[in-house]
């Protein structure tokens, strides 16, 4: 049976798309979830973006993104918080469950430095999310983006954090790009348990053809996505699963035909 209840469509998959184009495809495909990222939701006011989720019946898996917490001085790191806050208000208006916390480079910190600076600041961020009810998901990048976009660069680490805050506020996100090479994986993932907040999916290519830009759909490449989906819902996972494709070649797609070529991989493969 063709199964597409718990597909969500990560915006940035069919980046060529406007929000409200991305939920009017969502619909028309019969996927009911989408993940956002801030860009596109400041495209249009957020009033008529709630609306179009309500007529169209799709409900937000995510919002992209919270985090980038290390900064220089305290006056820019108090900006970053100030961000993350403003973020938060996004998922709330928006009915958002979750903010997706990519954390961020050491930027002018030692690694260690910069790891504290992103464990305090989601501290400090958590009576405010908790206030508007969205939760704060913390999402390990693959090493390769250590020194650009993440210092927590293994699901451990990222673990760690979470388990030292309230566990309705706070928890992980397992993205197999990221983590499918670690060899605790299925280790951690059943660590992190109900701290799983959400589960997104793509493939790692060989040779992989861009850093940012190469990855796969699901299918195409190395990762064991199944062995992996299937570790998160032992953990206790069964929510939306979202496919976060950053790619090039499927941004020059027809968009509904991209659409359609991510709805069936998931369908073969997740």
């Excluded at 495909?29 to 007529?55: F, S, Y």
């Excluded at 790191?77 to 996004?90: G, L, T, Y």
């Excluded at 861009?210 to 953990?235: F, K, T, W, Y």
Aim: aromatic residues 6%; proline residues 5%.
């Amino acid at each position: 049976m063709n199964d597409l209840s718990r597909l969500s469509l990560n915006q940035i998959s069919i980046k060529q798309w406007s929000l409200a184009q991305a939920i009017e495809g969502c619909a028309r495909h019969g996927i009911g979830h989408v993940g956002i990222w801030r860009d596109k939701l400041a495209e249009q006011p957020v009033t008529q973006t709630v609306r179009q989720l309500n007529d169209a019946g799709i409900k937000v898996s995510s919002l992209c993104r919270g985090g980038f917490f290390s900064a220089p001085t305290a006056t820019a790191r108090a900006a970053q918080i100030a961000d993350n806050r403003k973020a938060i208000e996004e998922c709330a208006a928006i009915s958002s469950p979750l903010l997706v916390l990519v954390c961020g480079p050491a930027n002018g910190q030692s690694l260690g430095e910069a790891r504290n600076t992103v464990a305090e600041s989601i501290a400090e961020l958590v009576p405010f999310a908790k206030s508007h009810n969205v939760q704060l998901s913390i999402e390990p990048l693959h090493p390769m983006y250590a020194a650009e976009r993440s210092v927590i660069v293994t699901l451990a680490q990222a673990t760690d954090i979470a388990l030292q805050l309230p566990a309705d506020t706070v928890g992980v996100v397992a993205d197999v790009f990221h983590i499918w090479w670690d060899p605790l994986v299925h280790t951690e993932i059943a660590r992190a348990g109900k701290r799983i907040l959400g589960f997104h999916v793509s493939d790692w290519l060989v040779p992989l053809p861009d850093l940012l830009l190469g990855r796969g759909l699901m299918g195409e490449g190395v990762i064991d996505i199944r062995s992996l989906r299937q570790s998160v819902e032992d953990a206790g996972y069964s929510g939306p699963i979202e496919v976060e494709i950053f790619n090039q070649s499927l941004w020059n797609e027809n968009p509904d035909a991209a659409l359609r070529r991510i709805a069936e991989a998931y369908l073969h493969h997740v």
